[in-house]
């Protein structure tokens, strides 16, 4: 069964640092997204991505982050100078045609910043 | 946006239990999810609803457009359905809107 792959599954990263979550969509979807979910905290939306840019953004999504789909299998989340508070798991999903159509996750990226 | 309101935030029951959680939302959707998550933290999509009710396995979901709600139900509950089950809506709108998520329902179930 096709899946997202996130790697890496955990990351461990000193304040002020740049981190590069990658992720590997299914290969015939569209509609690209990351989520995070602080320990504790309900999943939040960040950014979603269709036809090479950015569609919508969350008001977490600021300048400090940016996605990239570099060579048309890899989606990646980029942030520039990590913070404590980003520490959270770091979801991507995609979904096939239309965004209304079922949502396949990753299995996420455990970012520590410390 | 509006918020997703889950019911309840916790639930422990027996093995063999049906099982019912609620999801609810304010403003009219264009699509709704029920995703479970495990322990280990990964998420898996169980259905996706825009209208009436679909089953999978033991799984039941369902959805009221006029009354903004949505139930999961869970037959003959067993062991391994022990995880947090979230509700997720998408909003109508433009271009690829993400997911406005509910903050889960703890299900443990004990044998």
């Known amino acids: 069964e096709p899946e997202v792959t996130q790697t890496p599954s955990h990351q461990v990263t000193q304040m002020g640092q740049e981190v590069i979550l990658r992720c590997v969509p299914i290969s015939n979807h569209l509609y690209f997204y990351w989520y995070r979910q602080i320990l504790g905290q309900k999943v939040e939306f960040l950014v979603s991505f269709y036809n090479n840019e950015i569609s919508e953004k969350s008001e977490i999504f600021d300048d400090q982050f940016s996605v990239e789909r570099p060579d048309g299998s890899n989606f990646t989340l980029k942030i520039r100078s990590t913070k404590l508070e980003d520490s959270a798991m770091y979801f991507c999903?995609?979904?096939?045609?239309?965004?209304?159509?079922?949502?396949?996750f990753g299995q996420g990226t455990r970012l520590t910043v410390v | 946006k509006n918020e997703v309101e889950q019911s309840p935030q916790n639930l422990t029951a027996q093995e063999g239990e049906f099982i019912t959680i609620n999801c609810s939302y304010s403003?009219?959707?264009?699509?709704l999810h029920w995703l479970q998550q495990h322990p280990g933290g990964g998420i898996v999509s169980l259905f996706m609803l825009s209208s009436g009710k679909k089953k999978h396995g033991r799984l039941i979901a369902t959805i009221n457009i006029q009354e903004k709600h949505s139930s999961l139900h869970i037959t003959a509950s067993h062991p391994r359905d022990s995880a947090v089950y979230i509700c997720a809506v998408r909003y109508p709108g433009g271009g690829a809107d993400g997911l406005t998520f509910g903050k889960g329902t703890h299900l443990i179930i004990q044998p």
């Open positions: 403003v009219g959707i264009s699509a």
């Open positions: 999903a995609s979904s096939g045609g239309t965004p209304n159509t079922e949502a396949f």
